[in-house]
Nanobody
Framework: QLQLVESGGGSVQPGGSLKLSCVAS????????MGWFRQAPGKEREFVAT????????YYAEPAKDRFTASRDNAKKSVYLEMNSLKPEDTAVYYC??????????????????WGQGTQVTVSS
């Protein structure tokens, strides 16, 4: 069983930046594709980004392209999401996710094996 704990959320003004972190425990971290999802109030959870097991490649949803960067450090069992040029529409609970397969490369969340508890990001002036 893999446990995921996110941190780094908070409140920021439009145009600001935040870096989310997710630390894993209880499993072999490098075996898992890691991803980030978010859920805004009243909306379904949606894909944000995913990163390959080695960290060599990352893929982003359209709203995240050119503003967000996913990275990972397998030695620290951690994955990160650096978010720049934040907009009010980025306000959501952000979830870290892990899967031993490739489901997250499709942008889908059904069947993703492990989830963190989420961290709130609020973008407001």
């Amino acid at each position: 069983q893999l446990q995921l704990v996110e941190s780094g959320g908070g409140s920021v003004q439009p145009g600001g930046s935040l870096k989310l972190s997710c630390v894993a425990s209880g499993g072999t971290f490098s075996r898992y594709v890691m991803g980030w999802f978010r859920q805004a109030p009243g909306k379904e959870r949606e894909f944000v980004a995913t990163i390959t097991r080695s960290g060599g490649s990352a893929y982003y949803a359209e709203p995240a392209k050119d503003r967000f960067t996913a990275s990972r450090d397998n030695a620290k069992k951690s994955v990160y999401l650096e978010m720049n040029s934040l907009k009010p529409e980025d306000t959501a609970v952000y979830y870290c996710a892990a899967d031993s397969g490739s489901i997250m490369f499709t942008g889908k969340l059904d069947g993703v094996e492990y989830w963190g508890q989420g961290t709130q990001v609020t973008v407001s002036s």
